[in-house]
T-cell receptor
Framework: EADIYQTPRYLVIGTGKKITLECSQTMGHDKMYWYQQDPGMELHLIHYSYGVNSTEKGDLSSESTVSRIRTEHFPLTLESARPSHTSQYLC?????????????FGPGTRLLVL | DAKTTQPPSMDCAEGRAANLPCNHSTISGNEYVYWYRQIHSQGPQYIIHGLKNNETNEMASLIITEDRKSSTLILPHATLRDTAVYYCIVRDRNTGTASKLTFGTGTRLQVTL
């Protein structure tokens, strides 16, 4: 069982609101990731981090931003939510050894923007 | 990451072996084959990975052909709880800090009574 947590699990919010999706892991993993997935569709990487103070854009362009001030914490922020941001957001982490690349996923946050 | 090809869906009777194929004809010598699964929109779960030898763990077995152009994930005794989307991914072992996985559309496995 992976020790990676996401809150909230479900969020319904109005257009224009600022939101932060939380992701925390207690495994001491350096690498962390955010994926976006629409229902029945593929996962798309939107952000990743190699470690503290490191953040990179993923393969899918996203209006969200991330920060990595602590190893265990990788929050994702939307400054002004829109209905197009409605999706599921999945956080993952992986240990530092590049060869044994196993990503551990959190349960996800389902976001609905009205 | 090299491209993989998987059938969009498969059915399997409960208690029987589920054999999920994956083609990765452009795989290079440095690339591992990974399998993940995603149960009903939960976070994906790692299953197994291999380079060129067959691998087995408590969840599944991975059979990789000698030319490494295809592989098969085997769930020896499928249960209803194995119903999920199964993703086959190839990834370079020498990517340094770049550890991205590219999830395709996967195979939707339906286990039936």
């Amino acid at each position: 069982e992976a020790d990676i947590y996401q809150t909230p699990r479900y969020l319904v919010i109005g257009t224009g609101k600022k939101i932060t999706l939380e992701c925390s892991q207690t495994m001491g993993h350096d690498k962390m990731y955010w994926y976006q997935q629409d229902p029945g569709m593929e996962l798309h990487l939107i952000h990743y981090s190699y470690g503290v103070n490191s953040t990179e854009k993923g393969d899918l362009s996203s209006e969200s931003t991330v920060s990595r001030i602590r190893t265990e914490h990788f929050p994702l922020t939307l400054e002004s939510a829109r209905p197009s941001h409605t999706s599921q957001y999945l956080c993952a982490s992986s240990p530092p050894l590049a060869v044994q690349e196993t990503q551990y996923f959190g349960p996800g946050t389902r976001l609905l923007v009205l | 990451d090299a491209k993989t090809t998987q059938p969009p869906s498969m059915d399997c009777a409960e208690g029987r072996a589920a054999n999920l194929p994956c083609n990765h004809s452009t795989i290079s010598g440095n690339e591992y084959v990974y399998w993940y699964r995603q149960i009903h929109s939960q976070g994906p779960q790692y299953i197994i990975h291999g380079l060129k030898n067959n691998e087995t763990n408590e969840m599944a077995s991975l059979i990789i052909t000698e030319d490494r152009k295809s592989s098969t994930l085997i769930l020896p005794h499928a249960t209803l709880r194995d119903t999920a989307v199964y993703y086959c991914i190839v990834r370079d072992r020498n990517t340094g800090t770049a550890s991205k996985l590219t999830f395709g559309t996967g195979t939707r496995l339906q286990v039936t009574l």
